[in-house]
T-cell receptor, first 114, second 113 residues
């Protein structure tokens, strides 16, 4: 069974600063994918970034990047130049290759301070 | 391309009733998954359908069921509603490929009184 743990229920960051959200996971499988989703107050779940476990290079999407440490089973999200629109719940999730069942963490609520 | 759509967006039911929620995936996506989101249990996987067949099922009672049609649209049904079924129900679709990214709809918020 897979588990995903987000140990920071809440985080806050000053606008334009950088913040890192933590995520650890546990799986006995070798082929899997990791995701960060954002859920703003509208409750729409929006994909932020994804990482294939077999790729050593960390994924980046504009201001969003990850630090993927496979041996440590760690998958943190870094948001650079934080903007007010980044305020949301952020969920870390994993899925096994050949499967569609996403396993989510409990989320981190990110507040942006103007 | 239009995103995943879910109807209705909001629903109020009473205990013992049944409810049907609908999900239309992104055009070309054939896999549809359903999730339940509650404050207490977080996001939990309900089931996944592909080509009208249920391929995966989460740990939910038999009152929760679903189906998928030939056009990939999916419905989920909850019978004999309980207060604890109040939740946001999210549908996601994916295009089978190397990276199985699921794209979510806006959700249906169900309140059971």
């Amino acid at each position: 069974a897979q588990t995903v743990t987000q140990s920071q229920p809440e985080m806050s960051v000053q606008e334009a600063e950088t913040v890192t959200l933590s995520c650890t996971y546990d799986t006995s499988e070798s082929d899997y994918y990791l995701f960060w989703y954002k859920q703003p107050p509208s409750r729409q779940m929006i994909l932020v970034i994804r990482q294939e476990a077999y790729k050593q290079q960390n994924a980046t999407e504009n201001r969003f990047s990850v630090n993927f440490q496979k041996a440590a089973k760690s998958f943190s999200l870094k948001i650079s130049d934080s903007q007010l629109g980044d305020a949301a719940m952020y969920f870390c999730a994993s899925v096994l290759f050949g499967n569609e069942k996403l396993t989510f963490g409990t989320g981190t609520r990110l507040t942006i301070i103007p | 391309k239009a995103g995943v759509t879910q109807t209705p967006r909001y629903l109020i039911k009473t205990r013992g009733q049944q409810v049907t929620l609908s999900c239309s995936p992104i055009s070309g996506h054939r896999s549809v998954s359903w999730y339940q989101q509650t404050p207490g249990q977080g996001l939990q996987f309900l089931f996944e359908y592909f080509s009208e067949t249920q391929r995966n099922k989460g740990n939910f009672p038999g009152r929760f069921s679903g189906r998928q049609f030939s056009n990939s649209r999916s419905e989920m049904n909850v019978s004999t509603l309980e207060l604890g079924d109040s939740a946001l129900y999210l549908c996601a679709s994916s295009l089978l490929g190397e990276v199985k990214t699921q794209y979510f709809g806006p959700g249906t918020r169900l309140l059971v009184l």
